[in-house]
């Protein structure tokens, strides 16, 4: 298996089918953040790239959009085979890249070539509506045309499903792409594009820039993009949609964070409860978007979740993620470690009881040549419930978990869930239908799951939340509303003018 890559210059942009180095002078580094090792070196795009890059994609949109769905989608089926025939060796690069277990790195690129499965499958189904009309002489229809350049930001947690999920319908839809990957993962940027090159996309369909939040918001800058899709932090997001809702005739789809929670109550099977907690709590080390970071639990069932809790919290298996026996593997970077500590210390002062601390790991826990790694462990807490507390109303992105204890009916448990500024994922665990049913109704939650995790949404689903976790959904069989226009289009097929509506259709003249 490969510790880096096996180029010695640093790798670049693809720009209008060919792979350069760009204008500036700046590199910067891939790293491992299970031993801090560097992985690859590449070129940091200027605004000056991505102007070239946009240039490309707006002069190719003409040529792609006049091919047909099926021969856009035939490309995409190479990229498919690829990811399939790759999985080991991509879901290990994933790994070292981005410091999620192995299990989660092969994960990642199955949830990619089932993006890919789902948008080039999705060519030879139809693609827009027979409508009826009040007229019978009259036929309507919904058709679909393709925005033109759609600019795709892409975040390091998913380095290969979530451009799939941005690309693979934008693409097939009809649209030309200029991507910039996140800066913690340009490795998998790197190899995603390489798999698009090598498909056959024709020069300028698909561009690529490397490079930080500069890049990115030349993009966003740039009003010959037409559609932004974004998945990343609530708060450059909400700058993207404060910017582009004031721009007529561009688009933004956005997918943001989440404060998202497991509620179990006292109907609860409490195995499945202990199961669905620790997976979404814990799994890819709390930086799921989805991730839970409240544990909302009725105080029936309470000690005795506690408990065990806390004893799984206390033995979660941190270490190697290439190893198949770990659960969590290290946060990405530094910044995120610091984040998650000073929210612990937060926790702390607004009157948290610590439960589990392994937020320093003892060095026996660190695997050997992985002591530069940037680790953390599971820091667990209680604390009485105060709509106030920041601890419980802002999103970390790591292992940080608060127990609230809650009393009377599943509708105070959906109370509290609702309470935060976030609305994208939850879970209710319980045996008792209605109760899941009034959470189906009534929790404020793009995707809501009844006694599982709140992890782990297939891609034929619609994903996203309400609330400030987004905004027209940039993922999987939602991204074709952000990418294409829609034409009312009907045709009258008899030779005299009929309106619906009642409305007259009599010329009236003075005499
Ligand atoms: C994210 O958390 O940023 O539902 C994406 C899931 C995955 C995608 C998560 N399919 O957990």
Redesign the pocket.
């Known amino acids: 298996m490969a510790q880096h890559t096996t180029n010695a210059d640093p790798y670049g942009h693809y720009i209008d089918g060919e792979w350069v180095s760009g204008s500036g002078e700046d590199t910067f580094e891939s790293t491992n953040p299970a031993t801090d090792e560097q992985l690859a070196t590449f070129h940091r795009a200027t605004e000056n790239d991505v102007d070239r890059a946009v240039d490309a994609a707006a002069d190719a949109a003409e040529e792609w959009r006049e091919h047909s769905y099926i021969d856009r989608a035939e490309i995409l089926w190479e990229v498919y085979n690829e990811l399939r025939d790759r999985h080991q060796e991509l879901g290990e690069i994933v790994t070292m890249e981005s410091g999620k277990e192995i299990s989660e790195g092969k994960a990642d690129v199955t949830?990619a070539w089932h993006m890919v499965e789902w948008a080039a499958g999705n060519a030879r189904h139809p693609h827009g509506d027979v409508v009826p009309s009040e007229i019978a002489s009259k036929d309507s229809y919904m058709r679909r045309s393709p925005r033109g350049v759609v600019g795709c930001v892409t975040?390091w947690?998913?380095p290969v499903?979530?451009p799939f999920w941005h690309m693979a319908v934008t693409l097939v839809e009809g649209n030309t792409v200029v991507w910039k990957p996140a800066e913690q993962t340009p490795w998998c940027g790197q190899v995603v594009a390489e798999m698009l090159a090598d498909a056959g996309v024709p020069d300028g369909v698909f561009n690529l820039v490397q490079g930080f939040g500069d890049a990115g918001a030349a993009i966003v800058d740039d009003d010959r993009v037409d559609t932004i899709l974004f998945?990343g932090s609530a708060e450059v997001g909400h700058q993207i949609a404060d910017q582009i809702g004031g721009e007529p005739g561009r688009e933004a789809a956005l997918?943001m964070g989440g404060k998202n929670s497991v509620i179990v109550t006292e109907e609860a099977d409490l195995d499945v409860a202990l199961h669905s907690a620790v997976m979404s709590s814990f799994k890819?080390t709390g930086q799921?978007?989805?991730?839970s970071e409240r544990l909302i639990v009725h105080t029936n069932v309470y000690e005795e979740f506690k408990n065990q809790f806390v004893e799984l919290a206390e033995s979660v298996a941190v270490g190697d993620p290439l190893e198949e026996n770990t659960f969590m593997g290290p946060a990405i970077d530094e910044r995120q470690v610091e984040k998650f500590r000073r929210y612990n210390d937060l926790a702390r002062t607004e009157g948290a009881n610590v439960l589990v601390d392994r937020a320093e790991l003892p060095p026996e826990e660190i695997p050997d040549g992985h002591e530069e790694g940037s680790w953390v462990g599971p820091f667990v807490y209680e604390i009485g419930y105060d709509p106030d507390l920041r601890c419980i109303r802002e999103e970390v992105f790591g292992p940080h978990v608060a127990l609230i204890e809650y009393e009377g009916g599943v509708d105070r448990a959906i109370e509290i869930h609702n309470d935060v500024p976030y609305g994208l994922?939850g879970t209710i665990i319980s045996e008792d239908y209605r109760q899941l049913n009034q959470y189906r109704d009534y929790g404020e939650v793009g995707?809501a799951y009844a006694n599982l995790p709140c992890?782990?949404?297939?891609?034929q689903l619609p994903?996203g939340g309400g609330k400030k976790s987004g905004k027209g959904p940039a993922s999987a069989r939602e991204v074709i509303e952000a990418v294409t226009e829609r034409t009312a289009w009907t045709v009258n097929n008899s030779s005299d003018i009929e309106m619906a509506q009642g409305l007259s259709a009599d010329i009236k003249t003075e005499d």
């Open positions: 949830e975040p947690n998913f499903a979530i998945t997918e890819t799921r978007c989805v991730s994922a995707l992890i782990g949404a297939e891609v994903f």
